[in-house]
């Protein structure tokens, strides 16, 4: 790649391997994950995106695009890494119920301009999360139950296809890609921007209730409760935590889009666990949606596997609630269905299953990354059939595929796309459709 032709080609910052800068730009949201990258590229508007695509199409070079990378690979070898952040619009049409906003806008900022005017996003648990990302990889969102995939709530992408054309890509215009990247994933145009739906937020309750960890049984019991009575408005939340230095502790993570007496009178169940250590319920600004779950808002070094659950029975509780799971710091069970069990709209598949289950575990360094993934392999090993083997493609690690995401049929009509759209492979998805593909 010559230095000049890529700094000539674009008017964003570029940066290259061995200046001043290159190694914190080049860098994962999660930093147990490395990028080789050529380049880094941080494009100063979409007009600069499709420029920098026209000079990886025509010098045989992938782009990956990354706002901040929570859904990093590693699979980037020798790819230019563009970064998004600069394309920061946000607009909220209150009267569309609409929200439009530039490819490296986070969901903390769209639900403090839709919160504004009593709507909300399909946003997920992170408020420092990509909008773009997380809704092209589906985007699980607290209110999925209620309205499914975030992806279905897309209106419109602006891309940059892979010979550097800027379109708009609606239902109308260009429906198969409009299908794909609707939870399919980043393979076949690069999106500098996107609109999709609001939903009304009159009211939000919710929060997290904390319990020592000798508290699993009762809380698995208020769970199961809560869950099999639960309306579509309302998402909860089961984890585990095992952090080093602290006592074991387990919570219950609670969102209910309605009525703030409504909610409190579906989750009074967790008032019959004795002995909370914290309580944080209570009515919830949209803005602050992403607090409920308290995740961490600034990068990690991490190790975390997704996986869906048929079911949630007494070998299965025993396995993620009682037994020892050192080296892990936490598990996360989320309870899913409602309208994600219906027919979609795009690319994002239904999910037959009953929960989401996370395992999460430190990887400051190889050995620790090891035992944690040991660690992981065991309990899934445990979990038996209860395990799908299925994954939500958003929630994918490094060492998975898209093929573990997808029903056959949906991962051949998204391979044939990729073939038709992108045959010299100009885009690199954090987890390419294609596989080993030509």
Request: charged share 20%.
């Amino acid at each position: 790649m010559a230095n000049s032709d890529l700094r000539g080609a674009v008017r964003g910052r570029v940066l290259l391997p061995g200046e001043d800068g290159f190694d914190q730009a080049a860098q994962a949201w999660n930093r147990a994950v490395e990028q080789p990258v050529a380049a880094v590229v941080e494009a100063a508007d979409a007009d600069d995106v499709a420029a920098l695509v026209g000079y990886a199409r025509r010098s045989g070079l992938s782009v990956t695009a990354q706002p901040s990378g929570h859904g990093a690979s590693g699979d980037v070898d020798g790819v230019i890494l563009l970064r998004t952040a600069r394309l920061d619009e946000v607009e909220v049409r209150p009267g569309e119920r609409l929200a439009r906003v530039g490819a490296g806008v986070k969901w903390g900022a769209v639900q403090a301009a839709a919160g504004a005017y009593g709507l909300t996003g399909l946003a997920g648990s992170s408020p420092v999360v990509s909008v773009v990302g997380y809704t092209l990889g589906g985007g699980l969102s607290w209110f999925s139950r209620k309205y499914g995939w975030a992806s279905e709530g897309v209106r419109a992408f602006d891309v940059v296809d892979a010979d550097g054309v800027q379109a708009r890509v609606t239902a109308a215009s260009d429906a198969e890609l409009f299908w794909a990247l609707r939870g399919g994933g980043g393979d076949f145009a690069l999106v500098t921007a996107i609109e999709f739906d609001l939903y009304p937020a009159p009211g939000l309750y919710g929060g997290r209730v904390m319990w020592p960890g000798s508290r699993a049984g009762e809380v698995l019991e208020a769970f199961h409760e809560i869950t099999a009575e639960a309306p579509p408005e309302l998402s909860v939340w089961l984890s585990r935590f095992e952090i080093p230095g602290a006592p074991p502790m387990v919570a219950m993570d609670a969102a209910y889009l309605g009525d703030a007496d409504q909610g409190a009178t579906l989750l009074r169940r967790l008032d019959k666990v004795e002995g909370p250590i914290a309580d944080t319920r209570g009515v919830v600004a949209v803005a602050d949606l992403g607090g409920i779950a308290d995740e961490p808002t600034g990068p990690v070094h991490g190790l975390s596997r997704a996986e869906l659950l048929t079911g949630l029975d007494e070998d299965a509780a025993r396995v993620l609630l009682t037994d020892p799971i050192d080296p892990l710091f936490a598990l996360q069970i989320r309870h899913l269905g409602g309208a994600l069990t219906g027919p979609g709209a795009g690319a994002a598949p239904v999910l037959a299953e009953s929960y989401a289950l996370y395992l999460h575990g430190g990887a400051a360094g190889p050995e620790p990354a090891r035992a944690a993934r040991a660690e992981q392999d065991r309990i899934v090993r445990a979990l038996g059939a209860q395990a799908s083997g299925r994954k939500p493609f958003t929630s994918l690690a490094p060492g998975e595929t898209a093929a573990t995401a997808f029903p056959e049929r949906t991962l051949t009509r998204l391979r044939d796309l990729k073939r038709a759209r992108d045959p010299r492979n100009v885009f690199r998805a954090n987890y390419p459709v294609h596989g080993g593909l030509g």
